[in-house]
């Protein structure tokens, strides 16, 4: 199974919700991590899990909180967003904690509105 | 910033032709990975090579990397419709340190 899955596809939240974004993957792999994508843009990395444990926090704000509640799970709080956070946002994984040296999978990403 | 540039930002080519695009990056890297994204999607990992390597194929894929002149260059040859998507480079750095996406070149091949 090579195959990182995230749901839900599209969210539309309003500014006063609490959401949450999951990612899952099945490959084994020890770190995954959330990007935010605006259109036309790369991906902006988020945060770093490595062996279920934060290891990069990329100044994001608090309103979006992090959780690996296992190895192969990596979700998303989302509270108190803005119109400015809509964007993709991609779940990824890769095999090795030397996040640098090896290919990342990417799940097909959650579309999130905020209105 | 160690980001890589791609160039061009947009290429438009006809179904069977070639199509070449080139990454610049300013810093020593450990590997660079070229990924496809088509619209509104995830993703899709493509080619990664290594510092120590000047040449890759997969399939209809080539890269090069020149490590001298600090770029790498992905050729799609006889290009199809399905093809079309925005493509990315990707600089890989021993340790820690986490990929730097280039800002990515929009491929359209029109049929």
């Known amino acids: 199974d090579t195959e990182v899955t995230q749901t839900p596809k599209h969210l539309v939240m309003g500014m006063t919700n609490k959401k949450s974004l999951k990612c899952e993957q099945h490959m084994g792999h020890r770190a995954m991590y959330w990007y935010k994508q605006k259109a036309k843009k790369p991906p902006e990395l988020m945060f770093v899990?490595?062996?279920?444990?934060?290891?990069i926090n990329e100044s994001v704000p608090s309103r979006f909180s992090p959780e690996c509640p296992n190895s192969s799970l990596l979700n998303l709080h989302l509270h108190a967003l803005q119109p400015e956070d809509s964007a993709l946002y991609l779940c990824?994984?890769?095999?090795?904690?030397?996040?640098?040296?090896?290919?990342?999978?990417f799940g097909p990403g959650t579309r999130l509105t905020v209105t | 910033s160690q980001q890589g540039e791609e160039d061009p930002q947009a290429l438009s080519i006809q179904e069977g032709e070639n199509a070449t695009m080139n990454c610049s990056y300013k810093t020593s890297i450990n590997n660079l990975q070229w990924y496809r994204q088509n619209s509104g999607r995830g993703l899709v990992h493509l080619i990664l090579i290594r510092s120590n390597e000047r040449e890759k194929h997969s399939g209809r894929l080539r890269v090069t990397l020149d490590t001298s002149k600090k770029s790498s260059s992905l050729l799609i040859t006889a290009s199809r419709a399905a093809d079309t998507a925005s493509y990315f480079c990707a600089t890989g750095f021993s340790g820690n340190t986490p990929l730097v996406f280039g800002k990515g070149t929009r491929l359209s091949v029109i049929a």
């Open positions: 899990y490595s062996y279920e444990k934060l290891s």
């Open positions: 990824a994984s890769s095999p090795r904690d030397r996040i640098g040296s090896y290919e990342q999978y």
